[in-house]
C-alpha cells in the first residue's frame, strides 16, 4: 500500500511570507503528526492530530499551525515565516495515537523548506 | 525538562563489526521508547518500540535493550553493511503534557569497507 505522502518536497520561500505543506497519511491511518527536523535542534514535535482534532503540541509559537480533514489528509502552515524555520518538515501516520507503544509509526520523505 | 540524549554523535566502523549506540532519557513518566533509522533525505523508519515491561527486542541485526530503572537504552548493530550507514535517533514517549514525543539528537554512524 502507498506510505505516507508530502508535497510538495522542496520550497524556497521569503521571510514573513507564509507557507503551507501537505501531507496524506496511509490509508486507513487517523493519526497525523508534524516534525521540524533541523542540524542544530534534531527533530521535534509540532503536532498531532486524530479525527480531525488536536491532540497534542508541541513547544513552538503560534506561528505554526495545522489541520486534519474528515479524509485524514492534513495541512501545516507556518505564517510570518523567519529565516530560523528552514528545516525538514515530516509528517508521520499512524492507526491510534502516535505514543502509543502497540503502533508503529510512519513518516513520510518530508518537506524541505528553505526561508531565505 | 524531558530529555534524551544520544552517545556518540557519530561513529565510523568497519564492515563486518559490531557497534552499540547509547540514549540516555529524563521524560517521565515513561511510556515507551522507539529507536528510529534515517537514512540521509529520507524520512525515519521504526526499528524497534519497547515499553517499560519489555528489556530486550530484536530485528534483525538490530538490538535493542532498555533499563527503565537507570533510564538507558542501547541499541546493538550485530555484522554491520554498509547499508546500515545512516542516523539512528532514539525517541522516548510519555512526560506529564499527554504522551509527548523527546527525540534524542541522533547517533550518526558510518560504516565502511
Known amino acids: 500500500k502507498a506510505g505516507v505522502t508530502q508535497t510538495p518536497r522542496y520550497l524556497i520561500k521569503t521571510r514573513g511570507q507564509q507557507v503551507t505543506l501537505s501531507c496524506s497519511p496511509i490509508s486507513g491511518h487517523r493519526s497525523v503528526s508534524w516534525y521540524q527536523q533541523t542540524p542544530g535542534q534534531g527533530l521535534q514535535f509540532l503536532f498531532e492530530y486524530f479525527s480531525e482534532t488536536q491532540r497534542n503540541k508541541g513547544n513552538f509559537p503560534g506561528r505554526f499551525s495545522g489541520r486534519q480533514f474528515s479524509n485524514s489528509r492534513s495541512e501545516m502552515n507556518v505564517s510570518t515565516l523567519e529565516l530560523g524555520d528552514s528545516a525538514l518538515y515530516l509528517c508521520?501516520?499512524?492507526?491510534?495515537?502516535?505514543?502509543?507503544?502497540?503502533?508503529?509509526?510512519?513518516f513520510g520523505e518530508g518537506s524541505w523548506l528553505t526561508v531565505v | 525538562k524531558n530529555q534524551v540524549e544520544q552517545s556518540p554523535q557519530s561513529l565510523i566502523i568497519l564492515e563486518g563489526k559490531n557497534c552499540t549506540l547509547q540514549c540516555n532519557y529524563t521524560v517521565s513518566p515513561f511510556s515507551n521508547l522507539r529507536w528510529y533509522k534515517q537514512d540521509t533525505g529520507r524520512g525515519p523508519v521504526s526499528l524497534t518500540i519497547m515499553t517499560f515491561s519489555e528489556n530486550t527486542k530484536s530485528n534483525g541485526r538490530y538490538t535493542a535493550t532498555l533499563d527503565a530503572d537507570t533510564k538507558q537504552s542501547s541499541l546493538h548493530i550485530t555484522a554491520s553493511q554498509l547499508s546500515d550507514s545512516a542516523s539512528y535517533i532514539c525517541?522516548?514517549?510519555?512526560?506529564?503534557?499527554?504522551?509527548?514525543?523527546?527525540f534524542g539528537g541522533g547517533t550518526r554512524l558510518m560504516v565502511k569497507p
Open positions: 508521520a501516520s499512524s492507526l491510534v495515537a502516535a505514543w502509543d507503544p502497540g503502533n508503529t509509526i510512519y
Open positions: 525517541v522516548v514517549s510519555g512526560g506529564n503534557a499527554g504522551n509527548m514525543l523527546t
